[in-house]
């Protein structure tokens, strides 16, 4: 291949497997090698949340601290978590970190904690798992079957990026028309039209291009993706194949969160069957491990990343289908839309518009978390409304009424139990004030303190701002600040109003959409669930 990046990155994953942190010395040698100087490894080293600067513990808890892991008892977790690392330490002389960290993508078994690379729910089975001192090495898969997936036996499989390549210009031409017509949208929550994207990237004229899957899902309640790569991931290894063919890239790249390592792994023993086909059609296929942080999702700091510099998302435009990864155009998609539209290709759309309701199109996979009795992963027909999937998800435990719902994730606004009949549809929420964003429904019962949700998710906007434009980085801090303050009766009368300013001026300024949609929650509360909490009089 004629671009190859320093690989630093991957270069500093291997120094952190191997000890545990980044040792200054081994930073020297890292540089000496890859032929870059020393602030560069030092640059990329300082942004990432994953990498240590300092010697670890012999053992390290991450409990989760956002929102469905908070609704579920995280705070008597983490103190229970403390507790028992200290029992531990004076049992053993062990050492044990307990840290509190960003969404796990495991909001379906909250309080979650990994230990290790291993997920757990709850202190007790994190602490048993500590105690015993190993690690699962693959993910245990439920056998189950998937309306979206076309094959029946493992031995059909890629046979139709196959047949893609084997029609040529021709093939690739239908199949963008045939995308184009079954209306796939992006379902990593921007929701752009999958055939247009995918077009743009084909008709860009370059000597090289490439396909770049994004399984960075690390927004709270979302984990529909982690589902996909380890059910399904010869669904999502053939998406990239068939958007390859159709664009002309000759390399694909899975950029997946370095938390879902069990996954990865899953992902990469499918990669083995997959990399024969890709063989046959000349695309070289790789898994890349992020050293974290949610904006890693944005898609321009992906490629930042990729390049092996600091993740800041970039000035659009230019946007990646014109200059992408090494200023090449490059096609990308989450995982979700890479295993529908492999679906679409193999069924075609006609099948694709009538597994839908109430006249939406297709099939989509929502995550379920918050108060609901079976929080989870299901596949439903597009234009499900809220309320059946909140049926489908055992309903609100102990019969109680539902508050509010976030329909897309911790990045769209809640709307009240009067939109529960709303079908989970792009355009229907939109009309219903909200957003089906990436597919994560969190369900809130009544009772409820509706502030100290909104005060939890724009907590983790502020601590996964990457700080490179000034709006974020202020404005956020500035908005927990105002919240912490209602929140301990301390708030001035203005302070409903200081915050909608604050969500307008970073709405309007900010350069990704992590500073765009930070305060839409909170303000969403403010006009239509309005605390009850008081403010006082200046």
């Known amino acids: ?29 890292a540089a000496r090698d890859l032929g870059v100087p020393l602030h560069r490894i030092e640059g990329v080293a300082s942004f990432y949340p994953h990498y240590r600067r300092t010697p670890p513990a012999a053992h390290r808890l991450d409990v989760c601290r956002d929102l469905a892991c908070a609704m579920r008892g995280g705070a008597d977790c983490l103190a229970e978590l403390r507790a028992g690392a200290a029992a531990h330490e004076a049992a053993t002389g062990e050492r044990v970190e307990v840290c509190e960290v960003s969404c796990l993508g495991r909001c379906d078994s909250a ?33 189950k079957s998937y309306r979206v997936d076309p094959y029946a036996r493992p031995g059909e499989r890629y046979a139709t990026v196959r047949a893609l390549a084997a029609g040529g210009a021709a093939a690739a031409e239908a199949l963008l028309g045939e995308l184009k017509e079954a209306g796939l949208r992006g379902m990593g929550g921007a929701g752009f039209p999958t055939a247009l994207k995918w077009r743009t990237v084909r008709d860009a004229v370059s000597d090289e291009k490439f396909v770049v899957c994004n399984a960075d899902e ?68 790789e898994i890349f491990v992020s050293p974290g942080g949610y904006i890693m999702g944005e898609e321009t700091a992906l490629l930042e990343a990729l390049e092996d510099r600091r993740g800041e998302p970039r000035n659009k435009p230019p946007f990646p289908g014109i200059a992408g990864l090494f200023g090449r155009p490059t096609l990308i998609n ?22 839908g309701l109430r006249g ?13 009795a079976s929080p989870g992963v299901y596949e439903i027909a597009t234009g499900t409304t809220i309320a059946e999937l909140v049926a489908l998800a055992g309903g609100v435990p102990d019969g109680a009424a539902v508050q509010a719902v976030m329909p897309g994730g911790a990045s769209t606004a809640f709307l009240t139990a009067d939109a529960l009949d709303t079908p989970l549809d792009f355009d229907h929420l939109r009309r219903a004030g909200s957003s089906l964003g990436s597919g994560a429904v969190i ?3 009544a009772g409820r303190d509706m502030l100290e949700l909104g005060a939890n998710v724009t907590r983790f906007f502020r601590n ?16 927990v600040v105002l919240l912490d303050r209602w929140l301990a009766g301390e708030a001035a009368e203005d302070t409903p109003e200081l915050l909608r300013q604050l969500d307008r001026t970073l709405g309007q300024t900010s350069i990704c959409g992590l500073g765009q949609v930070a305060l839409l929650p909170v303000v969403s509360i403010l006009d239509r669930l309005p605390p009850t909490r008081p403010t006082r009089r200046s």
């Open 443 to 445: 369900v809130v019962a």
């Open 111 to 143: 309080p979650a904690v990994l230990v290790g690379h291993d997920p757990h729910t709850g202190a007790a089975a994190a602490l048993a798992a500590l105690r015993a001192g190993h690690e699962r090495e693959h993910l245990d898969v439920a056998t």
């Open 464 to 479: 996964e701002s990457c700080g490179k434009c000034v709006p974020c980085r202020v404005g956020t801090e500035k908005a």
């Open 334 to 355: 989450n995982v979700e839309t890479l295993t529908m539209a492999t679906a679409i290709a193999a069924r075609g759309a006609a099948w694709w518009k009538a597994q």
């Open 218 to 285: 690390s927004e709270p309640g979302t984990f529909k993706d982690r589902e996909l790569l380890a059910s399904l991931p010869h669904l999502v290894w053939e998406g990239m194949l068939l958007g390859a063919v159709v664009v002309g890239a000759r390399r694909a790249i899975v950029y997946l969160r370095h938390e879902y390592e069990l996954e990865r792994r899953a992902l990469a023993r499918e990669q083995e069957v997959a990399a024969r086909v890709a063989g046959e059609l000349g695309v070289e296929l």
């Open 360 to 372: 939406c199109a297709g099939l989509k996979f929502v995550s379920i978390s918050g108060d609901v």
């Open 1 to 29: 291949m004629r671009y190859r990046p320093p690989s630093i990155i991957q270069r500093l994953n291997a120094l952190q497997a191997e000890h545990g942190w980044l040792r200054p010395d081994d930073l020297v040698l």
